[in-house]
């Protein structure tokens, strides 16, 4: 059984269009992280979250994307209005699920956005 | 800073052969994990090992194996009588806190593998 679901498994969207990818965990986690992986790149962080709050971020988490989780279960990553450059495979993974942190980081399926 | 380089782009093998893939890694943490991930075409990023920095020791699942070498800041994975299916992407992931930072993931750029028939 996967640790995290994540939807959709792909999305197309049109330039300047506003995504909000979703990261269904299935066990209590306690940190949730973003990654981004353009295609035939590495994988690179985008952004941690945790108690409610971002503990950190990258440079690529610039204004046009935020992080949320609205209903205690669901962790969301919105671009506001997406660029060509935002094309990549965006994985999902939480972590630790009690205070012992780096705990094995499984990934979610990603979730391939496609900026038209 | 952390990085972790991985300084074989590709590899090609012939089935059967063994095969090591490289990672080296730097940082100034002195509790830290390293991580290995394979990514088939699918896309996905399967998790195969974490290593902390305080356990040196050698580890073998099956026909794969890691050699963690502080000494050199390696953490080296070889894959032994290679099959097709081991074709992919293989990451080698570093994870360190330092600072109060969140312990996220730097990854290497990865090495493509290729086993065939």
């Known amino acids: 059984e996967p640790e995290v679901t994540q939807t959709p498994s792909h999305q197309v969207t049109q330039m300047g269009q506003e995504v909000i990818l979703r990261c269904v965990p299935i066990?209590?986690?306690?940190?949730f992280y973003w990654y981004r992986q353009i295609l035939g790149q590495k994988v690179e962080f985008l952004v941690s979250f945790y108690n409610n709050e971002i503990s950190e971020k990258s440079e690529i988490f610039d204004d046009q994307f935020s992080v949320e989780r609205p209903d205690g279960s669901n962790f969301t990553l919105k671009i506001r209005s997406t660029k060509l450059e935002d094309s990549a495979m965006y994985f999902c993974?939480?972590?630790?699920?009690?205070?012992?942190?780096?705990?094995?980081?499984?990934f979610g399926q990603g979730t391939r956005l496609t900026v038209v | 800073a952390q990085k972790v380089t991985q300084a074989q782009t590709e590899i090609s093998v012939v089935e059967k052969e063994d095969v090591t893939l490289d990672c080296v890694y730097e940082t100034r943490d002195t509790t830290y994990y390293l991580f290995w991930y394979k990514q088939p075409p699918s896309g996905e990023l399967v998790f195969l090992i974490r290593r902390n920095s305080f356990d040196e020791q050698n580890e073998i699942s099956g026909r794969y194996s890691w050699n963690f070498q502080k000494s050199t800041s390696s953490f080296n994975f070889t894959i032994t009588a290679s099959q097709v299916v081991d074709s992919a992407v293989y990451f080698c992931a570093l994870s360190e806190k330092w600072q109060g930072g969140s312990e996220k993931l730097v990854f290497g750029k990865g090495t493509k593998l290729t086993v065939n028939p």
């Open positions: 993974a939480p972590r630790g699920r009690r205070q012992i942190l780096n705990t094995e980081a499984f």
């Open positions: 066990s209590n986690h306690l940190y």
